[in-house]
């Protein structure tokens, strides 16, 4: 990869110490002994707005730029920095869905296990029709009906403002 071409932000959770910074990512913590005004800086500016050049501009007053270019390289490396345009490496670990077989399943098990389910749905005729029996959920929600009026004219944009942020002001969650 192109390092110019990217617009690099960090990802995972960084715990930015004196002179060294954790960073939390899916699989693994990753250690970087640098000083926390260096990665302070650089959690700062790699913000994915800004290109890799643009980044190494920014900071080489305050540090050399071939160790920054170096630094930056190392960190895209270890995954803590990546391009804001390709976020699927850094997602992907937390969405990988495992194996749901044992280990001691054979791939030949788990062949033999897709054919069966195969032939069940071949045996399975369309003309087979089953019969779905009432509950009390069911006739619930049939029996439901909208008692809603509407005029049919657009309702203001002033007005949906004056109701969403009214829900703002008023949630809990608003410090």
Same mark, same amino acid.
């Given at each position: 990869m192109d390092k110019n071409s990217i617009r690099p932000t960090v990802v995972g959770s960084p715990f930015v110490g004196e002179l060294e910074t954790v960073f939390s990512l899916a699989r693994e913590l990753v250690h970087v002994h640098v000083s926390g005004s260096l990665m302070a800086e650089v959690i700062r500016v790699c913000?994915?707005?800004?290109?890799?050049? $643009?980044? *190494?501009?920014?900071?080489?007053d305050q540090w050399d730029r071939k160790t920054l270019e170096a630094f930056l390289g190392h960190l895209l490396n270890r995954g803590v920095l990546r391009d804001c345009c390709d976020m699927s490496g850094y997602i992907w670990p937390f969405v990988f869905n495992p194996s749901h077989?044992?280990?001691?399943?054979?791939?030949? +098990?788990?062949?033999?296990?897709?054919?069966?389910?195969?032939?069940?749905?071949?045996?399975? *005729?369309?003309? =087979? =029709? *089953?019969?779905?029996?009432?509950? +009390?959920?069911?006739?619930?929600?049939?029996?439901? +009906?909208?008692?809603?009026?509407?005029?049919?004219?657009?309702? $203001? *944009? +002033? =007005?949906?403002?004056?109701?969403?942020?009214g829900w703002v002001r008023d949630s809990w969650w608003i410090v």
């Open positions: 913000d994915g707005f800004r290109s890799f050049e $643009e980044v *190494l501009t920014l900071l080489e077989f044992a280990q001691s399943v054979t791939n030949e +098990q788990v062949s033999a296990m897709v054919e069966q389910a195969c032939q069940r749905h071949r045996e399975n *005729l369309p003309s =087979k =029709k *089953l019969s779905v029996h009432g509950s +009390q959920l069911t006739t619930l929600l049939n029996s439901r +009906q909208s008692s809603r009026v509407f005029s049919g004219q657009p309702v $203001e *944009l +002033q =007005k949906i403002v004056d109701i969403v942020m």
